[in-house]
């Protein structure tokens, strides 16, 4: 007689018939995203009243230096952190507009590539914004308004700040409606690195040496700021628990 081979288990079933994941970001890439989005969060939340205002130009700082970090990892760094693949992205935004105006074809539009295409326009939109926020935050910082005539610096960094936070809100609502679109939650790979899905990892190496690098630099110049501030980064007042204290607070620098 022939033996019966017994059906195989559930338990049974080799590891490598589970769930398989993917690494699609880096560590450094991934340190950056929320410092940068910590840093812009911060310095929004900071940016009226002189009672915070070392800390909102510390974070500004904060920004302009992980700009600075982001440029040359991306010029410099992984493959698969290259800014030439947003620049990619973004040169085949025209072909995709021009795909829209052929509705009479089948399958024309390519509707995964234009919402990609939107997130790198918003992604770009942060990288771009830092520059002009950051600047005209120095020059309100040091009151060159005074030498420039008038306070249109100041309202340049005002608008500027809300132009920012405006393509962050957009870049969120993308993320959510990408996710509701897909079914996948869009912005987990920013906080695992890991994609579910079959297929080679897009990222060899973690690089978690260097993104240990730019947190503790980071820290280090918050640490630094903090310690050469005669009051630190938040004065007195902004610990005030009610508005009666704070205008003490006032009468007493008065």
Request: aromatic letters at 10%; proline letters at 5%.
């Amino acid at each position: 007689m022939n033996a019966i081979s017994p059906m195989p288990s559930a338990a049974a079933a080799p590891a490598s018939a589970g769930r398989r994941t993917r690494l699609v970001v880096d560590a450094p890439t991934r340190v950056f995203h929320w410092l940068f989005a910590l840093s812009f969060l911060g310095a929004y939340l900071t940016a009226d009243g002189e009672r915070w205002r070392l800390l909102h130009v510390t974070l500004g700082y904060t920004l302009a230096g992980l700009l600075v970090f982001r440029v040359l990892y991306g010029l410099w760094g992984p493959p698969h952190a290259r800014l030439s693949l947003l620049r990619r992205k973004l040169a085949g935004g025209p072909a995709w507009l021009k795909s829209l105006t052929q509705g009479d074809a089948p399958g024309a539009v390519n509707w995964r590539q234009g919402q990609n295409l939107l997130m790198a326009l918003a992604v770009a939109g942060l990288l771009l914004l830092v520059l002009p926020v950051t600047l005209s935050g120095y020059a309100t910082y040091n009151e060159w308004g005074d030498f420039l005539g008038g306070d249109w610096v100041a309202d340049l960094h005002e608008v500027m700040g809300e132009a920012f936070l405006w393509v962050v809100l957009a870049h969120l609502a993308m993320i959510a409606g990408l996710s509701l679109l897909r079914r996948k939650n869009q912005a987990l790979p920013m906080l695992t690195g890991r994609v579910e899905g079959a297929g080679p990892d897009l990222v060899r190496r973690k690089h978690l040496g260097l993104a240990t690098l730019l947190l503790l630099a980071v820290l280090a110049f918050w640490s630094r700021a903090w310690q050469q501030s005669p009051s630190g980064l938040i004065s007195a007042q902004a610990w005030s628990s009610s508005p009666s204290e704070r205008e003490r607070h006032q009468d007493k620098d008065d």
